[in-house]
């Protein structure tokens, strides 16, 4: 079993950054991907970017060149870099695993292991 907790969510202006953390816990060996997740109210949960367990990160068309994934493996923790927010940035954002798979250009991904309780980004125009 994994745990993960998100943190370092909150709210900006637009233009703004946020950097989200997330620190996994448990049987961490067996997660060779983590992920970053987003849900904004009344929209489905959307994938935004993974890190496999070399480093190797993927993204989603609609971030790429405004998040950066990097990971501390050492520590156990991801982080989630986002620059340039807009209002529609504003969501959920969730940590994901996923055990002995990696991730490396599979989106949209869709056998998540493990979820993080969310943390919420608010972005104000």
């Known amino acids: 079993e994994v745990q993960l907790v998100e943190s370092g969510g909150g709210s900006v202006q637009s233009g703004g950054s946020l950097k989200l953390s997330c620190v996994a816990s448990g049987d961490t060996y067996k997660a060779y991907c983590l992920a970053w997740f987003r849900q904004a109210p009344g929209k489905g949960r959307e994938g935004l970017a993974a890190?496999?367990?070399?480093?190797?990160?993927t993204y989603v068309d609609s971030v790429k060149g405004r998040f950066t994934i990097s990971q501390e493996r050492f520590k156990n923790k991801m982080y989630l870099q986002m620059k340039k927010l807009q209002p529609e940035d504003t969501a959920m954002y969730y940590c994901?695993?996923?055990?002995?798979?990696?991730?490396?250009?599979?989106?949209?991904?869709?056998?998540?292991?493990?979820w993080g309780q969310g943390i919420q980004v608010t972005i104000s125009s």
């Open positions: 890190i496999d367990i070399d480093g190797t990160p």
């Open positions: 994901a695993a996923v055990l002995y798979e990696y991730c490396s250009g599979r989106f949209p991904l869709t056998n998540i292991d493990y």
